[in-house]
């Protein structure tokens, strides 16, 4: 082959790239102006989004009368930096979609930038799987949950039918002490039915989410207040380390405060039960990697391996059956999985736990009303 | 009574955390011709199967310290108490309540037995007498 023959074909390919590849693609393009319209898109834009002649971006994408509130392609004009964002737009045919763009600056040979290209792909099936994944997982929080209920319901009713055959044989044998000992257990049960129930109620509070956006520390503060004066009679320093300026976010300010409270309470408990001089319980928070973090450290006694597997399986409970249900972090992991978000431990026998909550932001809940702090 | 009526009586281990079930199971038992004996945990109970050489143990599941499984995998281990039957009271089954699925895990790991009874709490007390007799026999 002739070199000469080989530079037509480089032609042949960068012209048909120039020519054909734009509007063989499969991504939406657009060149954007500084004064926000758009002069030229490709034949996918085309079809995803209508009619775009002397339309300005926010309209076509978006289907806004004004700017948009952080408008990325302001900043790249601005800053000649290329930006990738995930954004939510509605096409020509009104239906909300999701999509990935990539905003590349046209720098000229003066270094201006007098346009801005957009390159969208529809990310709408990826997020639409996102929601259905993040749906089953709340649902199978609710199986776990009827679960357990069932778990420390027959748990309970061992008990009661203990008690009546301990009565009832007491009766028959005309035995006062054993009617007496059946009937203790009876009582025991019956109020351990009432703990239950108040347990269950915690459940069906959360189980319609009431989601605001609220300042995360604001819930913090609270609980540490809450509990204040319970760890001060019992000789334990409790805390609040809040990372300052952390963003607002989407939460079920009720369902974070039962969390953050059955959390506190473990932690005191862990401590009060440790012979350890130091007795010192943390509520902290902070912004990581996109992800909202709830931390409540104590240096009680610890969790060993036996327990640490079943920490979160039904009903369980070190506590004795006066002390605790065992719903504490059922509920906890609950209310976590609700709001996309996972709860994780890391405990040294003889050295204390530290609680985690996750709350990937991205995954965070829709708000329910338009109450909201002011941020 | 379901109980042997002459000679020595067979001795029962009960394994269970929650005081009020031992309580009910001991006064079962021993109103039925056995003597009892208990624990509250895995670690508790093998000592106990050790010194006390039981006849036949009813084992709960989910108890702190070590749990029934775990107690369950060490008896069968050991060759001398390997052969002494063992009756699963819990209230931890299956979908539904269906006892055999979790009845298969427990022998699933290290070619342990199933064993030799489950019974999904509360109990049926006439069905669980006559298995603890069956069993015994």
């Given at each position: 082959m002739q070199p000469a023959d080989h530079r037509i074909e480089m032609d042949d390919i960068r012209r048909w790239v120039r020519k054909e590849l734009w509007d063989q693609v499969p991504v939406n393009i657009s060149v954007i102006d500084q004064g926000f319209h758009i002069v030229e898109t490709n034949r996918s834009f085309q079809e995803t989004y209508g009619e775009w002649r002397n339309r300005p971006c926010y309209e076509v994408y978006k289907g806004r009368s004004t700017r948009c509130d952080h408008c990325g392609a302001a900043r790249t004009f601005s800053d000649g930096k290329v930006r990738v964002r995930e954004e939510q737009g509605v096409n020509r045919d009104n239906e909300e979609t999701y999509y990935l763009v990539h905003m590349l600056p046209l720098v000229i040979a003066d270094g201006t930038i007098p346009y801005v290209i957009?390159?969208?792909t529809d990310i709408s099936a990826t997020k639409l799987l996102e929601k259905e994944k993040l749906e089953a997982e709340r649902l199978a929080a609710v199986g776990q949950t009827v679960a357990g209920l069932a778990h420390g319901i027959k748990n309970v009713l061992m008990g009661l039918e203990g008690g009546m055959y301990v009565v009832r044989?007491?009766?028959?044998?005309g035995d006062g002490d054993r009617i007496f000992q059946g009937w203790q257990m009876l009582e025991e049960n019956i109020t351990r039915i009432t703990a239950f129930v108040k347990g269950f109620l915690e459940f069906a509070r959360g189980t319609t989410p009431e989601v605001n956006l609220v300042d995360p520390n604001r819930i913090a503060r609270k609980v540490v207040e809450l509990f204040r004066h319970t760890a001060k009679l019992e000789g334990i320093e409790l805390k609040g380390n809040l990372q300052p300026d952390i963003p607002y976010a989407l939460l079920d300010e009720e369902g974070i405060h039962t969390c953050l409270s059955n959390l506190v309470s473990n932690a005191l408990d862990a401590c009060q039960i440790s012979d350890k001089n130091g007795r010192h319980v943390t509520l902290s928070t902070h912004d990581q990697d996109g992800k909202l973090v709830y931390e409540v450290a104590d240096d009680g006694n610890g969790i060993d391996y036996e327990i640490k597997k079943k920490i979160f399986t039904n009903f369980f409970s070190t506590k004795g059956s006066d002390k605790g249900t065992g719903l504490g972090l059922l509920a906890t992991r609950k209310i976590v999985q609700e709001h996309g978000g996972k709860v994780s431990f890391d405990s040294k026998k003889g050295m204390g736990s530290v609680f985690r909550l996750e709350?990937?932001?991205?995954?965070?809940p829709q708000p329910t009303n338009t109450k909201q702090d002011e941020p | 009574m379901s109980g042997p009526e002459n000679g020595k009586k067979k001795r029962v281990l009960i394994l269970d955390d929650e005081p009020n079930v031992?309580?009910?199971?001991?006064?079962?038992l021993q109103d039925n011709g056995y003597e009892t004996v208990s624990a509250a945990n895995g670690k508790e109970g093998m000592e106990r199967a050790k010194t006390e050489k039981p006849d036949l143990v009813c084992l709960d599941i989910t108890m702190p310290e070590q749990s029934g499984i775990r107690f369950y995998r060490n008896l069968k281990d050991d060759p001398d108490l390997a052969g002494i039957p063992v009756v699963v009271v819990t209230a931890v089954t299956g979908t539904g309540g269906d006892p055999e699925p979790f009845r298969r895990f427990m022998s699933t790991r290290k070619q342990i037995p199933a064993p030799e009874?489950?019974?999904s709490k509360p109990i049926d007390q006439k069905?669980?007498?006559?298995t603890v007799a069956s069993l015994l026999s």
């Open positions: 957009e390159m969208s044989s007491g009766m028959e044998k709350f990937p932001r991205d995954r965070l | 031992v309580t009910y199971l001991e006064i079962l009874a489950f019974f069905e669980f007498l006559d």
